[in-house]
């Protein structure tokens, strides 16, 4: 019994019931005709439809006896519809879930308050045979002339499931090999290290001793270039254990004042900066406290700072400008420069591990600095980002919780 049969059936007892009466015209019995004629085209209609449907239509009384059931429900279920029509749904119910079942049907038609009802829900269900199987369940109440019925779609989702697994499982294997590549990567960068550093100290040694013997331009150039690369595996090496320290590692939460950092961190690069005839700009630094790690937050300032020294290439009046400004729940820290820029086209990419811009001023790096950095401010529950144009400078920003925020409350979804 479909909703369309229901409705049909009880129209049409009243259309006998007129009939039987004989009090009709022959005008109102032309148009009776048509109505019956009407009401079996529709049942017709629904019958077609719902027998091409793939999915199971199945409609019950408030008292479960299943009264509608399709092609699809037949294929999903293996029951033909002279076995099921006027049975208990709860045949194809599990039996671990027949009471939970009997409660909410219970609960629904004393107070009309629906659960499931209009929803869709993934339940188990029980197949001809004892098998049972995943399901998607979308249910529906409607009213006859004398009660409640219930219609649901059914859809059997086993093999979506199995794909899930089957990703998951994809997943975890996929998190078990990073792990154990980041844990290779960790040891043959840690045991290189040490090697690394006596060859440079060795390399320096060396050429103490060569230059007591000739001064040739060639052989100090091949020092020099002997010097670079080692210089530029030592530092390629630490940087990359420390970004897998920073993925190990939890941050030492406290309140330290921001401005005072930055400050401290300039002070011990000034070298670096000094050498290149840069001019460092720090008056708007707000005096400001942050929560956070002020060991990692350090990392974080030097390694923008050095990202500026290194690849600001060289402006006529070079200056590197921080300032730091509250935002709402957040503080907002700026290092910028007045340099070459950074093409538009690299924004996003800038801070992918590894990633380097092609060309970018001859200066060679590890391609790990601003990854590590994203990682730091991202630990912390705050944002990085870039704004620049090619030939305009480059400004680097980053976003922190004030002292007392936490991470996800500071964060205004930049």
Partial sequence: MSPQNTIGRDLLAEIALLRRSGNISKEIDDLLSRIETALTFLENRFRSVADSAVDAIISTTS???????????????????????????TMLIPPSLREAHQRGRKRFLETG?????????????????????????????????????????????????RAQQALEDLNAQAMRRTDELETLIQMVAHDLKAPVVTIGGLLRLLERKVACITAEPDVENIFRQLRLSS??????????????????????????????????????????????GIEVDLTECTPVTVSGDRN?????????????????????????????????????????????????????????????????????????????????????????????????GASFLFSLPKAGVSPGKASNGR
Avoid at 63 to 84: P, R
Avoid at 127 to 139: D, M, Q
Avoid at 257 to 263: A, G, I, N, T, Y
Wanted: with cysteine; aromatic share 6%.
């Fill in 113 to 161: 308050i629906p659960k499931i009802i209009g929803k869709k829900v993934e339940l188990q269900a029980l197949a001809k045979g004892g098998r049972e199987f995943p399901i998607e369940l979308s249910l529906a109440v409607w009213k006859t002339k004398d009660e409640l019925c219930f219609s649901g779609i059914i859809r059997d989702i086993t093999e979506r499931k």
């Fill in 231 to 276: 210089k530029t595996l030592e530092n390629f090496l630490a940087d990359l254990l420390d970004a897998l320290a920073v993925e190990k590692t939890q941050n030492a939460l406290e309140s330290f004042e921001l401005d005072k950092l930055l400050r401290e961190v300039f002070d011990s690069l000034g070298d670096e900066i000094h050498v290149k």
């Fill in 63 to 89: 008292d479960d006896k299943i009264v509608f059931w399709n092609n699809g429900a037949s294929n999903i279920f293996g029951y033909t519809e002279d076995e099921v029509l006027g049975k208990s749904v």
């Fill in 296 to 392: 990692r937050i350090r990392q974080v300032l030097e390694n923008l700072i050095m990202n500026a020294v290194k690849h600001m290439g060289a402006p006529p009046h070079p200056v590197i400008k921080a300032a730091i400004s509250e935002d709402g729940e957040e503080v907002v820290t700026t290092v910028a420069d007045n340099g070459i820029g950074i093409p538009k086209e690299y924004h996003e990419r800038i801070f992918d591990r590894f990633f380097r811009i092609p060309k970018a001023n001859g200066v060679k790096g590890s391609g790990l600095g601003l990854s590590i950095v994203k990682q730091i401010v991202e630990s912390h529950g705050g944002r990085v980002w870039v704004e620049s144009e090619e030939g305009k």
